[in-house]
């Protein structure tokens, strides 16, 4: 066979390989990561930040990696699919504080009502104080934390004002079906009813309820405010958000998968989320009181006195809380009296 024939198979085979690796590689699909989320569909902050997380992440994998928001919950209640993250079933998902606390009880405590001076303590102790120690108790629970992201502010709404203490007393309230609200509400001589979110309208439509505290992020979609038109700005507690990933599907990713992730989750900061959402929060606010609702407002001076009226409910609840609650108490204590530094 000739040299020049020799050359020209040569070259053909070289061509032949080359484009076939650059077939295989355009038809490598992208690594999936299901992220599942209780929020609404559309309209909202939380389905913007997802968005935002997804091409994030897409971007900086250079398209190896991509995040799958589910949003209103189609893979599950948040109670069902945090568990799922955590056996490997669902790869991630967002979740409230209330949700998250089911792996790790002892998060429970940050939602404390009152606990906390304001947001801004709140946000020096998570980001400074809560991150380190929260990262690895969810580890022990098999679960990768990403990130803290927001959730909203825990206001009283009901057909009056409740800015003093002694407003609650003899009061018929929902609670939360937790230890913590009904804690809460038995130190205030409140009357509290346990009550799932179908039946809060109708409970205070009836009379069977007074007041509900809950986010105007979800008292006013679900129309919750026409029924108990009066929203006390109390800032019960601020309810955090976590991005939590199952971490075996975290330690399996290659090094530069997982360096890319953590890059995405680095492109904006948990004080970004949270301003983000709270904004949303007097948007809202603005649409009630357009609707013809009334707005009261606590001054600090009020949350004081709502605070010193609890402070001997506080142990009772970290007690009762269980697992590392007295170590993890110890660390929001430290972190506060830090923070107010």
């Known amino acids: 066979m000739k040299k020049s024939t020799i050359f020209s198979a040569v070259l053909a085979a070289i061509s032949l390989a080359s484009a076939a690796g650059l077939a295989n590689a355009q038809d490598k699909k992208p ?21 935002r997380f997804a091409k994030d992440v897409e971007e900086e994998s250079k398209g190896e990696l991509k995040v799958s928001p589910f949003f209103a919950s189609q893979l599950g209640s ?20 209330g949700s998250a606390a089911l792996l790790v009880p002892e998060l429970g405590l940050v939602v404390m009502p009152f606990y906390f001076k304001n947001n801004e303590e709140l946000d020096c ?57 009904a804690l809460f509400y038995a130190s205030l001589s409140a009357n509290p009813n346990p009550m799932g979110l179908p039946e809060w309208i109708p409970a205070i439509q009836t009379g069977l309820a007074e007041v509900v505290m809950t986010t105007i992020t979800s008292a006013l979609p679900m129309g919750l405010n026409k029924v108990a038109t009066t929203a006390t700005r109390a800032a019960l507690y601020d309810s955090p958000g976590l ?91 430290a972190g506060r009296k830090a923070c107010a530094k």
């Open 125 to 181: 102790v998570l980001d400074s104080h809560l991150s380190k120690p929260i990262t690895e108790m969810y580890a022990k629970k098999g679960v990768q934390f990403l990130g803290w992201t927001e959730v909203g502010t825990i206001d009283f709404f009901g057909k009056k004002a409740y800015v003093n203490p002694k407003d609650l007393a003899g009061v018929k309230a929902i609670s939360y079906a937790n230890k913590t609200q």
């Open 243 to 333: 991005t939590l990933m199952n971490k075996a599907t975290f330690d399996k990713l290659s090094p530069e998968h997982r360096e890319a992730l953590v890059r995405a989750v680095a492109r904006h900061s948990s004080a970004k989320y949270r301003t983000e959402v709270r904004g949303f929060e007097n948007t809202l606010y603005g649409m009630h009181e357009k609707g013809g609702g009334q707005i009261a407002t606590m001054t600090p001076e009020q949350r004081a006195a709502w605070r010193k009226q609890l402070e001997s409910v506080y142990p009772q609840i970290v007690k009762e809380t269980g697992g590392e609650s007295d170590k993890f108490f110890a660390l929001m204590e």
């Open 78 to 97: 948040e109670q069902d699919t945090v568990q799922q993250v955590a056996r490997g079933r669902i790869e991630m998902g967002g979740y409230s504080s």
């Open 31 to 51: 690594i999936e990561l299901r992220y599942s989320s209780g929020a609404p569909p559309a309209g909202n902050p939380w389905v913007m930040q997802i968005n």
